[in-house]
């Protein structure tokens, strides 16, 4: 499967507890989206990257949220004690090229739950 | 800020019938605009997409049109499928910006 993964598909963590949610681009892209879907709502942006480099986080929550991109290996959305309003899904996208026009490609998610 | 609209509530109808979901957008500029399907349990998918104004968009027997006049991009299907059944998202991408902007997306049912 050449397309967006993400890891894990469910993550449920208790409150307080850090979150971890992997994407792995497609194969060739250097550029990954992080968006945000709340129950019953379209998804928001939170957070664009290439790669080593944010280049655009102004959906990001200010406190516990944050993302990286590293040289190797998939970009990581680190959500740091959790609280109930974290419970959402959370998708990664990636693009080969930036601008206008350029599709970005959907991972399936990671579910997170907040007992 | 730039912002999506779609009609509210879930859409059910039958088999082979005419399916229409309207979007309307605000934006500055010329916004690139999208429809994305989600199907249950998995991400979106890019539907179609169109770039400029006048151009229609289609994949799949569906179709949108942007037109810049009255900010909209709605997308149609003349003869729905169960398999349609799905929620669709209408989004836009402005110039000189590289993320989406999604409406709040409307569940698709195709009763056989």
């Known amino acids: 499967n050449a397309g967006v993964m993400q890891n894990p598909r469910h993550l449920v963590r208790r409150r307080g507890q850090e979150a971890r949610l992997r994407c792995s681009p497609m194969?060739?892209?250097?550029?990954v989206y992080w968006y945000r879907q709340l129950p019953e709502e379209g998804l928001k942006f939170m957070v664009y990257?290439?790669?080593?480099?944010?280049?655009?986080e102004s959906g990001m929550p200010k406190e516990r949220f944050s993302a990286e991109f590293p040289k190797e290996g998939p970009s990581i959305l680190r959500i740091q004690q959790v609280v109930r309003g974290d419970s959402a899904a959370y998708f990664c996208?990636?693009?080969?090229?930036?601008?206008?026009?350029?599709?970005?490609?959907f991972g399936d998610g990671t579910r997170l739950s907040i007992l | 800020g730039d912002s999506v609209t779609q009609m509210e509530g879930p859409v059910t109808l039958s088999e082979e019938a005419f399916l229409t979901i309207n979007c309307t957008y605000t934006?500055?500029?010329?916004?690139?605009l999208f429809w994305y399907v989600q199907y249950p349990g998995e991400g979106l998918q890019l539907l179609l997409k169109?770039?400029?104004?006048?151009d229609k968009g289609s994949n799949k027997g569906f179709e949108a049109t942007y037109r810049k006049e009255t900010t909209s991009f709605h997308l149609e299907k003349g003869s729905v499928q169960v398999s349609d059944s799905a929620v669709y998202f209408c989004?836009?991408?402005?110039?000189?910006?590289?993320?989406?902007?999604f409406g709040k997306g409307n569940q698709v049912v195709v009763i056989p």
């Open positions: 996208a990636s693009s080969n090229f930036t601008g206008q026009n350029q599709p970005q490609h």
């Open positions: 194969k060739g892209h250097s550029h």
């Open positions: 990257l290439q790669k080593e480099n944010i280049i655009d």
């Open positions: 934006a500055t500029g010329y916004p690139s």
């Open positions: 169109a770039t400029k104004a006048d």
């Open positions: 989004a836009l991408r402005r110039e000189g910006n590289n993320r989406l902007a």
